[in-house]
């Protein structure tokens, strides 16, 4: 149908939107961005300071080095200094081999550069040092669906909710690959529950973003639109 197809495309297009804006919030500490509820994939909150600060001296291995590399690397990624923020992330990863944030944040950098196998292996590192890392595995998913891989997208965000059943961002992402696979009930099913959950964290622009695509969805078939 041409509604659907219409509506569809809308979609990849809004789905595009919230690609590029993966995740780009850089924390200083990899558990702090493990609560979904302080993630905003569409419009990411920033908590780098206004001034960028200096690295500090390799010969530093304690936190204070590890947050001003990863603030570093946050000033270059929010003024487009893709190469140069991976650049920073691999002489992070080098100094810091098991910090699972280092390499998720990596794999966000590679995504923004369209790098998605590299992405991907950042991604899947991640995990292997954090199993219940869930923003990596819908990470993984939102890579996977950028190239309209749905139902290796779907087995990712999956993952991501079985580990949080409340990740709001991930019921978005797995509704939206729902649907793309023409699941429909599954898919509002998966948006009722993310547009509660949104409500319930008093997260109003996300909860209407959920409001203004469970009301696409559910119109897309409704032979009186046009």
Known sequence: MKVKRKLKSAFVQSFSGMTLSI??????????????????????????????????????????????????????????????????LRKFIKQFPDDAFGHFQLGNVLFRQKKAEEAISSYQEAIRLQPKYALAYNAMGMVYASES??????TKYKKALEINPNYGEGLTNFALALWQTNKKDEALSSLEKALKIFKEQNRGEKANQVERILREIKTADDPSVS
């Open 149 to 154: 891989r749905w139902e290796e997208a779907i």
């Open 23 to 88: 995740i780009s919030v850089i924390g200083l500490s990899p558990l702090a961005l493990a609560v979904p509820a302080k993630i905003s994939l569409h419009s990411p909150e920033q908590s780098v300071e206004r001034q960028p600060q200096k690295l500090a001296q390799f010969s530093d291995t304690g936190p204070s080095q590890r947050s001003q590399m990863l603030q570093q690397a946050n000033a270059l990624f929010n003024q487009g200094e893709l190469t140069g923020a991976e650049e920073n």
